[in-house]
């Protein structure tokens, strides 16, 4: 399974923007899927996950509201839209893929390369 994010930039306090992954190799449809970030010097922390058929989706407390992620399974594909943006959400975005809907790094068995979203003026 590969898993390969984008979307990343620079973005301005206030802004969206709009995160995907795509995840080739495997049956996408049959993974719960997991957005995690790391700021520089903090360690990864859970961002948001949803379960394979999108029935249901788990979002780290402090990003409930400003986060929405989705799933499109017939390309293969997860999203992350993120409004609202502040300088805290300057880290590496990184895509998992994994058996269960957890906010847990550790069953994800797949990850992809990051992509960086920096906010700033």
């Known amino acids: 399974v590969q898993l390969q994010a984008s979307g990343g930039g620079l973005v301005q306090p206030g802004g969206s923007l709009r995160l995907s992954c795509a995840v080739s190799?495997?049956?996408?449809?049959?993974?719960?899927m997991g957005w995690f970030r790391q700021a520089p010097g903090k360690e990864r922390e859970f961002v948001a996950a949803?379960?394979?058929?999108?029935?249901?989706?788990l979002y780290a407390d402090s990003e409930k509201g400003r986060l929405t992620i989705s799933r499109d399974n017939a390309r293969n594909t997860v999203y992350l839209q993120m409004n609202s943006l502040k300088h805290e959400d300057t880290a590496a975005y990184y895509c998992a893929a994994g058996p269960v809907t957890t906010d847990q790094p550790g069953p994800y068995n797949y990850w992809g390369q990051g992509t960086l979203v920096t906010v700033s003026q």
């Open positions: 949803i379960s394979w058929t999108g029935g249901r989706r």
């Open positions: 190799g495997r049956t996408f449809s049959r993974y719960v």
